[in-house]
């Protein structure tokens, strides 16, 4: 099928990060949700072959290569394994921030190893209070001489007991200041001081997600992201890129899912004809194969935009409430084409359970709706 956002160069992108996945990512899938390990040298492959925050500048250890770019190789490893497309979405979601609200000389070198795939950064917003409430923070940050010090807790943190630093947002202003009193921080995870635990989750298990605890732990002054009390106003418009790119994350699962379960109907008999045979059968599938096709280039049409400096929050918005949604569906029929052989513990029951996560984290569903109204009705008239 013709794509107008894919010229031959990002197919080629495409067809070699494909080629990488299916050789190196696809057959450690399984084992990597039983013992929960993140494959730290799959990690560098990635970085070696420039697969990690392409679109970051070559100065910084990035390929300049632009968003899109970004998302074709995104979706490509997601195909294989969604947990080790994690470290794709995480590296760019932090290197741009590092990138653009960073001290260069404490950035830099973290963005190096952040594109060679030596480096993992969590990105630590939501807490016990509240995870949609986003800018209602409790952690603390305190200006103490050339340091500031964190006192608090963060949760539901992704790749939290794996990470070697964090983008930690805590509360410098007051408490009524809400979004405005809002600072962000680099925080190495071996401070003195951090602790970590990890959840036994339903899915998403080799990236896994746990809690951060800081207890006096002091961070450099110029570990700072951004302006001091603008660091959520600042660095949260990083998430409409992280937005697209879950879009294209969780389609691409669908799309295999979809791919299989064709190959799959096609194949299988009863009552003497192919499973496709009957439309109980093959409708539905045709349906999720528009819906994801659809779904996929409203992804890349965002990314596009951003290319191009083009305002794409509710494009961004629509991608992170529809793709989740769309790919859970998706997958859970596939699951059922499948019958027990797709119930049973294996390739098609662990997508869906990797899928559904995105239905929770990063930006539920009424909050991405929420955002939407407010690009076409202003902020006043939906009152949120």
């Not at 990512?25 to 013992?35: I, Q, Y």
């Not at 528009?290 to 794409?312: E, F, I, M, S, Y």
Request: glycine letters at 10%; hydrophobic letters at 45%.
């Amino acid at each position: 099928m013709h794509n107008p956002y894919i010229d031959e160069d990002l197919q080629a992108i495409a067809e070699h990060a494909r080629r990488f996945a299916t050789q190196q990512v696809a057959p450690g899938f399984l084992e990597r949700d039983r013992t929960r390990v993140l494959d730290r040298g799959l990690m560098r492959a990635m970085g070696e072959l420039g697969f990690i925050a392409p679109e970051l500048p070559e100065a910084v250890g990035g390929q300049g290569m632009g968003c899109l770019a970004a998302g074709v190789i995104h979706e490509q490893i997601a195909r294989a394994d969604l947990s080790i497309s994690y470290i794709n979405l995480l590296a760019s979601l932090n290197g741009q921030i590092l990138s653009e609200h960073g001290q260069p000389s404490v950035a830099r070198p973290w963005l190096e190893r952040l594109t060679r795939g030596e480096a993992l950064l969590a990105i630590a917003l939501t807490e016990p209070r509240g995870g949609s409430d986003a800018a209602n923070l409790r952690l603390r940050v305190e200006r103490v001489g050339d340091s500031y010090v964190v006192n608090g807790e963060k949760t539901s943190i992704s790749a939290a007991d794996q990470a070697d630093a964090a983008v930690v947002f805590g509360r410098t202003g007051g408490v009524e200041s809400g979004a405005h009193g809002v600072t962000a921080l680099l925080v190495p995870m071996d401070a003195p001081g951090v602790t970590r635990s990890r959840f036994d989750c339903h899915g998403q298990r080799a990236i896994g997600r746990g809690s951060l605890f800081f207890e006096n732990v002091r961070v450099p002054l110029d570990h700072r992201l951004g302006e001091e009390n603008q660091g959520f106003v600042q660095v949260m418009q990083g998430f409409d890129f992280s937005r697209a790119l879950i879009g294209l994350q969780v389609l691409a699962v669908a799309k295999v899912a979809l791919e299989e379960t064709w190959a799959y109907v096609a194949e299988r008999q009863a009552f003497n004809r192919p499973l496709a045979a009957f439309q109980g059968v093959s409708h539905p599938l045709a349906d999720y194969e528009t819906q994801v096709a659809a779904a996929r280039l409203l992804c890349l049409q965002t990314l596009w935009l951003k290319d191009r400096g083009l305002p794409h929050t509710a494009e961004a918005a629509m991608c992170k409430w529809w793709g989740p949604k769309l790919a859970y569906d998706c997958v859970h029929q596939c699951l059922l084409m499948f019958g027990h052989g797709g119930y049973d513990r294996g390739v098609m029951e662990q997508r869906l359970r990797d899928v559904l996560g995105f239905q929770i984290g990063d930006g539920t569903a009424q909050i991405m709706k929420t955002i939407i109204a407010r690009t076409q009705a202003g902020r006043a008239a939906v009152g949120v």
